[in-house]
């Protein structure tokens, strides 16, 4: 599986951005996705993962207020992350990953798969 993350870009505080993840190759529907982000200077960190089927979600305590929201596609082959109320803290590059199988993944050891990461910039 090969995937494409894009949406990243310069965003105000509380602003909105919508990031995607194309897979291509691979069975996308058989795979458990998830996005991941790493701040400048900081450990890679989960974010967000979905389910094969997308009707199990879960999310890291830092986005769990609502203000993230995974979501896929299997016909189109994409991911997304919805991403509203940002924050300066949220300020990182976003990696969307994947791996074969059922239920939720939440640590990127897990993950076989990666895409390249799109920058996500919050201004305050």
């Known amino acids: 599986v090969q995937l494409q993350a894009s949406g990243g870009g310069l965003v105000q505080a509380g602003g909105s951005l919508r990031l995607s993840c194309a897979a291509t190759g691979g069975t996308f529907s058989k795979c458990s996705m998830g996005w991941f982000r790493q701040a400048p200077g900081k450990e890679r960190e989960f974010a967000a993962a979905?389910?094969?089927?997308?009707?199990?979600?879960?999310y890291a305590d830092s986005v769990k207020e609502g203000r993230f929201t995974i979501s896929r596609d299997n016909a189109k082959k994409t991911v997304y992350l919805q991403m509203n109320s940002l924050k300066p803290q949220d300020t990182a590059v976003y990696y969307c990953?994947?791996?074969?199988?059922?239920?939720?993944?939440?640590?990127?050891?897990?993950?076989?798969?990666w895409g390249q990461g799109t920058l996500v910039t919050v201004s305050s």
């Open positions: 979905i389910s094969r089927n997308g009707l199990s979600t879960n």
């Open positions: 990953a994947a791996e074969s199988g059922y239920g939720l993944r939440y640590r990127s050891e897990e993950y076989a798969y």
